[in-house]
């Protein structure tokens, strides 16, 4: 693959507007992917790695490439196979012959939301290629992948976010034979130019004002000097966490929290009526706007 072809998922939002934006990165994620595994598995394969200077590459090298179309549930994929001088190369992610993924690009995604640990990386190849993988085959695929990971995770960002949406996802998962609450940690910048990109993504135990803080000190060591406005829900401290790290942002509770705190005082037969009326509140322009705001439900 060409230097640089791995694009970072920050170029990849600002190109999303549609559906069929996401369908296209999530398509040009799953190739990339799948070339960076046959690399790992050719690696393997000869015992050496590419543009190596180790080790005795006479009994067999590299030979070029075969190009091959994929048919997925992202449309048609081109994709280039490996080839070895001797012939003896057969591709276990994709088996020669092959032309259908049978549900591949699901365990790939898998791959990056589990993680990348070695033990879950093993577990899923042998998903996907129905055979025991080695330790160091797994090694081979995972120093292809991670640094596509910690390239994302510690980009760079742009000093002056005027919105931030800071927001936590609960959700189980299997950890040592055990099923435990996890929380991930997401935050969404709108950037000076209008353009949305997910700023980072961490991994907690359960949601709490501490981690929120370490969460805004990592922006603010990846090149944040300023957040205008942040959003956020009603945790305990976490406003307190936010200006820790950015003493001069104007803390905003999300519109949603507000709402759904709201219609906690609303009867059932009267939600209708309530959240049209708020939604000409939040819709308005100006305080005075919204406060002219009759209600429909009186």
């Known amino acids: 693959m060409q230097d640089k072809r791995d694009m970072t998922i920050k170029e990849l939002a600002k190109d999303c507007r549609t559906i069929e934006d996401v369908h296209t990165m999530l398509k040009d994620l799953f190739r990339d992917t799948i070339q960076q595994l046959f690399e790992a598995e050719m690696d ?26 994929l048919k ?18 057969e591709p276990h992610i994709v088996k020669k012959h092959e032309t259908t993924t049978n549900g591949l690009e699901e365990q790939i995604i898998a791959l990056y939301a589990k993680g990348m640990s070695t033990r879950d990386i093993e577990e899923h190849m042998k998903d996907l290629y129905g055979i025991d993988v080695s330790p160091a085959m797994v090694s081979k695929v995972t120093d292809k992948i991670m640094p596509m990971v910690a390239e994302w995770q510690c980009r ?18 299997r950890q040592e034979n055990r099923i435990v609450n996890k929380a991930a940690y997401s935050v969404l910048g709108i950037s000076m130019s209008g353009h949305k990109d997910i700023l980072g993504i961490w991994i907690g135990e359960h949601e709490s004002a501490s981690f929120w803080l370490n969460v805004c000190t990592d922006l603010k060591s990846r090149g944040v000097e300023d ?8 945790l305990a401290g976490f406003s307190e966490a936010i200006n820790a790290a950015f003493p001069r942002t104007q803390i905003q509770l999300c519109v949603i929290h507000q709402i759904r705190n ?13 959240l049209a009326d708020l939604k000409k509140v939040y819709q308005a322009l ?13």
Not at 72 to 89: A, Q
Request: positive net charge.
């Open 286 to 298: 100006t305080l005075e706007e919204a406060e002219s705001v009759q209600c429909s439900h009186r």
């Open 227 to 234: 957040i205008l406005i942040a959003c956020k829900d009603g």
């Open 72 to 89: 997925t549930k992202f449309g048609n994929t081109e994709i280039r196979v490996p080839r070895d001088r001797n012939g003896e190369f």
């Open 262 to 274: 709201s219609m906690k005082y609303v009867p059932f037969k009267e939600e209708k009526a309530v």
């Open 156 to 173: 760079p960002l742009d000093r002056v976010y005027p919105i931030v949406f800071l927001d936590a996802i609960h959700f189980k998962v």
């Open 44 to 69: 393997d394969h000869l015992g050496y790695t590419k543009h190596s200077t180790d080790g005795d590459h006479s009994g067999n090298s590299r030979n070029g490439y075969s190009k091959k179309t």
